[in-house]
C-alpha cells in the first residue's frame, strides 16, 4: 500500500518560513510528478508547486520567487520551503504524487493534509 505522509506546517506571522515536508511509502517502483497542492477555506484546490522525474518544475505565479520545491528521489521525498509568507497563502497543503507500485501500476495519491496558518 502506498502512502504519502506530511510533516511541516503550522501557525507563521506574515514574512515568515515554513517547511513542508512530504515522504512516499510502500511498494514502489517509480515516481513520476511529486507537488503540493493547497485548498483554502470556499475556494478551489490549486496547484502550488509540482517538480516531476525528469526535473521540471512549475509554480503557480503567486508564488514565484518565494516558494522552492524540492526531490529527493532515492528517498522519494518532496520539500516546499515557503519563504516571505503572506496571509493569502493560508491554506490546507496536500502532498500529490503520481506512483507506480507493484501489483498496482501508476495511480494518482494525496496526502492527509497539513493547515498552513499565516496571520497579518
Known amino acids: 500500500q502506498v502512502q504519502l505522509v506530511e510533516s511541516g506546517g503550522g501557525l507563521v506571522q506574515a514574512g515568515g518560513s515554513l517547511r513542508l515536508s512530504c515522504a512516499a511509502s510502500g511498494s514502489i517502483f517509480s515516481i513520476n510528478a511529486m507537488g503540493w497542492y493547497r485548498q483554502a477555506p470556499g475556494k478551489q484546490r490549486e496547484l502550488v508547486a509540482e517538480t516531476t522525474s525528469g526535473g521540471r518544475i512549475t509554480y503557480v505565479d503567486s508564488v514565484k520567487g518565494r516558494f522552492t520545491i524540492s526531490r529527493d528521489n532515492a528517498k522519494n521525498t518532496v520539500v516546499l520551503q515557503m519563504n516571505s509568507l503572506k496571509p493569502e497563502d493560508t491554506a490546507v497543503y496536500y502532498c500529490?504524487?503520481?506512483?507506480?507500485?507493484?501489483?498496482?501500476?501508476?495511480?494518482?495519491?494525496w496526502g492527509q493534509g497539513t493547515q498552513v496558518t499565516v496571520s497579518s
Open positions: 500529490n504524487a503520481d506512483i507506480s507500485a507493484r501489483e498496482i501500476g501508476f495511480n494518482n495519491y
